[in-house]
């Protein structure tokens, strides 16, 4: 077997491919534009600024300057550990302990930490470009226990996870890709900025990933979680503004088929889904050219496999696990959880249950652990909630689920055994101290948890909320 060959490499991928002609509106951020080459040289002076550092943390708002610090780190080869803007002391502290992070850059937030990025600076970069096995991102991520985890994300799985998409989804210099998704996560911030980026094509970032916005950018590749989708069904003017895109791509979560269908219907199209994770950038896709069914996320990238563990007996379900080019080198400073990440091959055990059609196609039927929750394409571990709330001194104990929403797929809701604190008062505490979307959007009070006989909480038992 021929080893595959290594794609061009991140940075010459970011300086040297630059559409020929570049447009004073190449990007746009809420608003703002910047040339390509503005961007880069934006993107040059924070190179300058950071370089040697071990690493840097961005307080990644949805700004042009998240972009520029972005691109600088990866110019200049330091890791780029992208903050969620609104992660309160608990979240953010651990981020940046965890990841030894030595700079933030981004204005200050309500912490006083940031190094404001001026778009106005300018600076040519020419250092060398980094190993292809070199960390691009630290991307923390919830597990079902615990603190969120740093995800090592190489260089050369971000290069030929972009390469393998491009590809799937004809996607070139000539497109312009719309979204409004957050830039600290892998879909908006990989897929959303790296790939604009590495295509050559013109990038619009509406801010927020609002119907109205979406409908009045003009795109022809557009990128949305199932949130978004579901919200730009219920406003036909807005999904039939879409009816001239070329490809409408949803993922981070499922689609529900009656929003495939509604966009059907209104926009001429329904979306192709993708599926992947963090740790394992996106694996599988539904291509252009193929056919788009929903429920399907469509089959391997180049270079990627896939197969199912533990199939139950004529069930044709099983744990998905993947191998290929766009695998993470592990959890940072956790060589136990990547260890049990992994199988003694070396395949990635993605926690969720899939199936193979005959065709290859891929359908996810569900996860493995219910204390994973995906709210609004977000992924939140019932654990981290549980050990907030838990901090609350009127708190004794508490389960948090997710549970089937319309909107968000899943909601988050707190179970807790508490003393004289009101529903709201715990909701904004979780707000608080970690990010507003991991807050549960509703709380139940109980006498006592539901337990076995050995004392363990038994979420199966919670009564209906
Ligand atoms: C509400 N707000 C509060 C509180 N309640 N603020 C403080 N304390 C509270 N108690 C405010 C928020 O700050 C926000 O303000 C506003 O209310 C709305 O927030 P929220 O209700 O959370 O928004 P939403 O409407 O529910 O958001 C839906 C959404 C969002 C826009 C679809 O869930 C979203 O952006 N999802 C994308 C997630 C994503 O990108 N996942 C990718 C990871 P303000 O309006 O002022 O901000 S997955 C991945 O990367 C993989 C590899 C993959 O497969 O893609
Ligand atoms: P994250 O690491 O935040 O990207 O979350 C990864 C998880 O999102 C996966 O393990 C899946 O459970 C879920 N996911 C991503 N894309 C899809 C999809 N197209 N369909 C169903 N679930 C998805």
Redo the contacts with the bound molecule.
Sequence with gaps: MTEPTEPQPLLSSLTGSAPAADRPDALSVAGRTLSREDLLGAAGAVAERIAGASSVAVRATATAETVAAVVGGLLAGVPVVPLPPDAGPLERDHILADSGAELVLGAAGEDGVGLPVDLKERAAWSGPEPAPAATAFILY?SGTTGAPKGVLVPRRAVAAGLDGLAEAWQWTADDTLVHGLPLF??HGLVLGVLGALRTGCRLVHTGRPTPEAYAAAGGSLYFGVPTVWSRVARDPASARALAGARLLV??????PAPVFRALEELAGQGPV???????TLITVAARADGERRPGR?GVPLPGTRTRLAAVEEGGGIGELEVSGPTLFAGYLGRPEATAAALTPDGWFR???IAAIEPDGTHR?VG?ASTDLI?SGG??VGAGEVENALLDHPAVAEAAVVGVPHDDLGQEIVAYVVADGVAEQALIDFVAERLSVHKRPRRVRFLDALPRNAMGKPQKKLLPPV
Excluded: F, P, Q
Aim: net charge positive.
């Design positions: 991520t996560h892998v949803s993922g981070s979560a499922a689609l889904e993708r599926y992947g994770m963090t740790e996320v993605t926690g969720d996810i996860r995906k977000y992924r």
